[in-house]
């Protein structure tokens, strides 16, 4: 039997019909003659698991069922089918648990729960009924909205942001059964736009869940650029749940693939700059020096060309101060806060675009200073960031833990109660 009349055969189509994407990587592995530990082997995993992900309904490491299945050569398409990503009504944001085609069930703690007490309670079934009940008939192109949605989290407006992602993704579903390249990377996009939010408030494993549907919509569409922002949510994601070798290897990967573009565009450059930050950084918190400081030189390099603003729309906004920005992370990663400190010297608000990159520079230099045990500084540099972008403090877990901090060690320094106030009660 020929590769494509495999994945043609009554057998697959039912289990695309039973939504057992476990099944097709077992009928992958027999048509190849391999064992369940030869498979392991090459995906980095026992042969237990490899049987664990045979099994239907146990697919909730869908990063581990997709290396599976590339490796024994499903495709993307059937893959994406099999778990119901190609209908809007059973494509779910934050699937946890079991997954059967009869029962097809929903957890109401979707990506609108994660921002806990900011989020109305009215608003934790807004996604499930979205995608229920397909297409909104918004009168607003879809790019139009996604790049207002885009707007929120430069803005940093989180909670607007998560208001608004229900009606997108059911939209864009709908559009990207079209099965063009556009509409798919469109999806993608919107899919990364969720990871990041989710990310940045602390929910970690729902935002891999959303990063791991980017990188299937992304391999759908060929947009390498839409691959290569999937696989850097997927990177950081992966750091955050403490799988530093696997965020190097995913980050890594992209990078490859972003410079055989051949870079001939400032969009190509770009992208490849933004991966070797991340890339950077990924080193950085694993403690890898000599990786890391190799990395973010490579990205000043690469980015010296690039304009000093980016434009509008770009998937990667990044410019020569974004990729110093970045360097005053690796260097407080790398333990070196007088370091992070002097690169950081030579950042102004103004070389930021948007109000979260802005509350951003001001927020890792906070870090800086907070590591070099300056609690004056630490706590002008958050009031400078709760005054560009409040969501920079009062959304992210990291930045609250400083507040806290500072509440607890330091109540007496000037702005420290303004501070406390506006990372909220969980300060």
């Known amino acids: 039997m020929s590769v494509d009349s495999l994945w043609t055969t009554d057998e697959v189509r039912m289990l695309i019909d039973e939504r057992d994407p476990g099944g097709l990587i077992r ?23 490899v049987s664990r992900l045979e099994q239907r309904g146990r697919h909730s490491d869908l990063a581990l069922l997709r290396d599976a ?4 050569g499903v495709p993307v398409h059937v893959l994406a089918a099999s778990l119901g990503l190609s209908a809007p009504a059973t494509t779910k944001v934050a699937p946890s648990g079991p997954c059967r085609a009869e029962e097809d069930p929903m957890r109401r703690r979707t990506l609108l729960s994660a921002v806990g007490l900011a989020a109305p309670a009215t608003l934790l079934t807004g996604l499930d009924d979205a995608l229920a009940s397909g297409p909104t008939g918004s009168p607003v192109p879809l790019d139009v909205r996604l790049a207002t949605a885009r707007a929120h989290f430069d803005a940093g407006h989180n909670v607007r942001l998560v208001k608004l992602l229900p009606g997108l993704f059911a939209d864009a579903h709908h559009a990207a059964r079209s099965r063009q390249e556009v509409s798919l990377a469109r999806l993608s996009i919107t899919y990364c736009l969720a990871s990041q939010v989710l990310s940045k408030i602390g929910y970690y494993e729902e935002s891999r869940r959303t990063a791991d549907r980017a ?11 839409a691959a290569a922002a999937a696989a850097r949510e997927m990177s950081i994601v992966l750091r955050h749940l403490q799988q530093p070798a696997a965020a190097q290897h995913r ?3 992209a990078v490859t693939k972003v410079e055989a573009t051949g870079l001939k565009t400032d969009a190509q450059a770009s992208a490849y700059a933004q991966m070797l930050c991340t890339t950077s950084y990924t080193a950085a918190v694993a403690g890898d020096r000599d990786q890391a400081l190799a990395m973010i030189s490579e990205a000043t390099r690469a980015a010296r060309y690039l304009p000093h603003e980016s434009p509008d729309g770009r998937i990667f906004a990044v410019t020569p101060a974004t990729v110093d920005l970045y360097a005053v992370g690796v260097h407080w990663a790398l333990g070196d806060a007088g370091r992070a400190l002097n690169v950081g010297r030579s950042l102004r608000a103004a070389q930021f675009k948007t109000a979260e990159r802005k509350g951003r520079m001001h927020t890792d230099l906070a870090r800086a200073w907070w590591r070099w045990g300056k609690p004056e500084q630490t706590a002008a540099e958050l009031l400078a960031a709760v005054r560009v972008s409040p969501g920079e403090v009062r959304d992210r877990p990291a930045i609250r833990k400083i507040v806290t901090e500072l509440r607890s060690r330091h109540p007496h320094v000037p702005g420290v109660r303004e501070l406390v106030a506006a990372a909220g009660a969980r300060a």
């Open 69 to 72: 299945a590339r490796e024994v």
């Open 251 to 253: 980050i890594l990967d």
């Open 27 to 49: 009928v992958g592995r027999l048509s190849l003659g391999w064992r369940q530990a030869e498979l392991g082997a090459r995906i980095g995993c026992s042969a237990s698991t």
């Open 215 to 225: 990188a299937v919509y992304a391999d759908l569409s060929g947009s390498p650029l």
